[in-house]
């Protein structure tokens, strides 16, 4: 079992900067890939971004590229999802998911894990 905790939401003014934390405990995460999800009000959960466990490979739904900007730290067992130029349409709560298959944590995939999930609001 892996447990996923989410941090580092909050309330900020558009175009300002959040940095979410995705930290892991349990079984060993250093083989797990992650990716960020996000669900705002009365809309479906959208795939934000993922990385593979190595972190050789990112991927980054069209929405936020450029913007965006996911990390991991497999020593201190974190993935990061650097949030730059936020907009208003950026809230949400966001999740982190993991598994050992990155296709599961891609876009339509299923993953193993999920967080309990984190709010990030976007003042205009």
């Known amino acids: 079992q892996v447990q996923l905790a989410e941090s580092g939401g909050g309330l900020v003014q558009a175009g300002g900067s959040l940095r979410l934390s995705c930290v892991a405990s349990?079984?060993?995460?250093?083989?797990?890939?992650v990716g960020w999800f996000r669900q705002a009000p009365g809309k479906e959960r959208e795939f934000v971004g993922a990385?593979?466990?190595?972190?050789?490979?990112?991927f980054y739904a069209d929405f936020v590229k450029g913007r965006f900007t996911i990390s991991r730290d497999n020593a201190k067992n974190t993935v990061y999802l650097q949030m730059n130029s936020l907009k208003p349409e950026d809230t949400a709560v966001y999740y982190c998911?993991?598994?050992?298959?990155?296709?599961?944590?891609?876009?339509?995939?299923?993953?193993?894990?999920w967080g309990q999930g984190t709010q990030v609001t976007v003042s205009s």
């Open positions: 990385i593979s466990w190595s972190g050789s490979s990112i």
């Open positions: 998911a993991a598994s050992s298959s990155t296709r599961a944590v891609l876009e339509d995939g299923d993953p193993d894990y």
């Open positions: 349990g079984r060993t995460f250093g083989r797990n890939a």
